[in-house]
């Protein structure tokens, strides 16, 4: 029978025994800049306009940030804001010492430069794991701020015992975002990691061969049950909003659960352990 990888179960333990106890440290710590209450870690979120994911998003960061102890504060602007406000909001956000973390929930208006946005956050305080220096690090195998998503994904396979060293990795999709950085990660657990996109001819004997497979395209139900290597373990990162309006994954469950010996569900796979993700990291950069 296959197990279910819950992100929310793995999501919430990860909250209650590593991070409530962190940030509670924090709170106990005395700085010469917080002589009383000591080091409260603080999250900022820059959300632009009414994307109802972003805001869906945004609202289970919330959650998450309280269980875990710490403050989140999302700072809402009209679609209207120009790009040098926002700029200038993450300047004043960089030079100030109280927070400790600043994401900005894409996507973004046109009219704003992500690559202009991204560079202008201090590295120290990218709990998202975007800019140049965090990425950098990453496929050097430096410590840093890790891209979320990825991290999760890492997380949530070790919490479930998967012996990455050695294990022959798929990942279908390039992005920037979720892709690469996971190809990256996977090297460095000295995985033989196989990076898939649109443009590769032969995808069905790459997932025959895929102890673990990663799948971060967009397509719902792209890829199927007959197509995967009996026992392998599936990460399925793609939410998409069917006809009925309900949500499915990237990879069809149905037929695909009965293969794979670990399969994440859509939603309550990968979701919270990208969330969990930037928690944690908003805690590293205050810890630091």
């Not at 972003?54 to 989140?72: C, L, M, N, P, T």
């Not at 695909?256 to 569900?265: E, F, G, H, N, Q």
């Amino acid at each position: 029978m296959t197990n279910i990888l819950s992100g929310r179960d793995i999501a919430q333990k990860i909250i209650d025994e590593n991070l409530k106890p962190r940030v509670e440290k924090l709170k106990k710590k005395s700085l010469p800049s917080t002589p009383i209450g000591g080091i409260q870690p603080k999250l900022v979120v820059i959300l632009i306009g009414e994307h109802p994911a972003s805001a869906s998003y945004v609202k289970q960061k919330e959650k998450f940030a309280a269980q875990a102890g710490i403050i989140s504060d999302v700072r809402r602007f009209d679609t209207s804001i120009t790009e040098a406000d926002v700029l200038k909001e993450i300047e004043g956000i960089n030079n100030d010492d109280a927070i400790h973390g600043v994401i900005v929930q894409l996507p973004i208006p046109d009219h704003i430069s992500v690559e202009k946005v991204l560079r202008k956050i201090d590295p120290r305080k990218d709990v998202d794991g975007f800019t140049p220096t965090n990425v950098g690090k990453l496929f050097l195998g430096e410590e840093c701020l890790q891209s979320c998503t990825p991290k999760g994904i890492i997380m949530m396979l070790d919490s479930a015992g998967v012996k990455i060293e050695g294990k022959n990795a798929v990942v279908i999709g390039r992005s920037n975002i979720v892709g690469k950085p996971i190809s990256g990660l996977l090297i460095n657990r000295n995985a033989t990691v196989t990076t898939c996109h649109r443009h590769t001819s032969n995808l069905d004997e790459h997932l025959k061969n895929a102890d673990i497979l990663v799948v971060a395209v967009g397509k719902p139900k792209f890829i199927t049950g007959d197509k995967l290597k009996k026992g392998c373990v599936v990460i399925d990162v793609g939410i998409n909003r069917q006809e009925d309006g309900t949500l499915c994954g990237d990879v069809d469950f149905e037929s695909a659960k009965d293969v794979a010996s670990l399969i994440t569900p859509v939603p309550g796979g990968v979701g919270p352990m990208t969330v969990v993700s930037l928690i944690e990291n908003t805690i590293k950069s205050a810890e630091a």
